[in-house]
């Protein structure tokens, strides 16, 4: 029988210490719509001088493992990745990110409790500036329900939460018939992950069901993270790792086998229906229903490199380089403005919100971006007038962060 893809099923555990499988605990079954995972093998031959003038054989001597998997955005699916993409961990809000149920009474710039909150679900732990999610009460009505799908909203930076109101950032007002002034059950949303030092590994694993065989890749850092935003697609992306070790076996290396932890299995997301707010500096280009943005492409490039040493076959240790964020927004050509701020190299935000439809989403916020390289595309007859807009994201030394990364999710 030969293996088919069809057969496979991708899976991980983290590592305590890079480079060893963990004997205790449970792997995780992934989403995944394509791995590209390799080892590369080095040989070398001899440079002996023969009569024969042939070298008589040839000998191993280096091993990379790299590569990676593609991906169609989900809830809570990829977040050991996305976090040690960052370099970052999870801080959550509440508990796990979710507070229980409180009542909430909403103006168009504030949420306010009907009773003071306490402990972790204290609104004042919220950060100035921090995005968060409301999640209406399962009783609440589909208009409540689908208004609060794909609404992001974001803290005052000027005004601090306090344990019975949080002040809402003007740009993210709340609005509408039935929803604000009425007292309602809310959960709120929030576990954020910004860019830090905070290194991690992974155990990941293919099983090829079909003929009895596991693939496996040890010590894999995470190294790359690409989203697609496009227009009639799924959010799409890939994560890329650079590993230290790789094997294949006839039977899991990884612990819990044969009872793995099955994946999260959330809704996939898409960059139409699901998009609940992009931010160009500071104005929401989706409020009113319209959209001059027609595509993002954002990279995140940790710059791994292998280290090498005597007696190792593969990698002895992974090593971080630059960590850089960038990427390319095409819009169409409405008017002078961003066009402008590129030509004079000024420093704005980009903010992109996404949710699924039970409002489980992320949110990904540069704060200090620059637009280069950009080019006013006149086009040829009958087509549109595009401009293309590559950008990097910078250190921001005033929020300690040059990008982070919201959750919201009750999964």
Known sequence: MFASTAFGQLRYIRETTPGVVPVTGTARNLRTTGPNMKAGVQSIVSDEIRPERMVISSTNVDLTVDGG???????????DFIAGVLCGVWRDYGTNGASANISLTTTANTVVAGTATTGADDFSTLRPGQWFK???DA???DAV???????????????AATSTVITLDAATPLGGVGIVGTAMNFKVLSSV????NERSSFSLEWEQTDVNQFVNYVGMRPNTLSLDFAVGSMLKGSLGFLGMRHGITQTSVLPGSPGFTP??????????TDMGILRVGGQNVLAGGTSFVQSIKLEINNNLRGQKALGVF?????GYGEFAVSGTMECYFEDHVLYEKA???EIIDLALGIADVNGNGYLIDMPKIKFKDSALNLGSKDSDVMVSLPFQAFYDLSKGRGISITRASTL
């Open 69 to 79: 998997f593609d991906i169609e955005l989900s809830s809570r699916e990829y977040d």
């Open 134 to 136: 409301l999640l209406p």
């Open 139 to 141: 009783s609440a009505s």
């Open 145 to 159: 329900k689908s208004y609060f799908a794909d609404k992001w909203l974001r803290v005052s930076e000027a005004t």
């Open 193 to 196: 992950a910004s860019n830090g």
């Open 263 to 272: 994946s999260f299995g959330g809704e996939v997301m898409n960059s139409v």
């Open 314 to 318: 593969g990698n002895a240790n992974v």
């Open 343 to 345: 030509l004079a190299g």
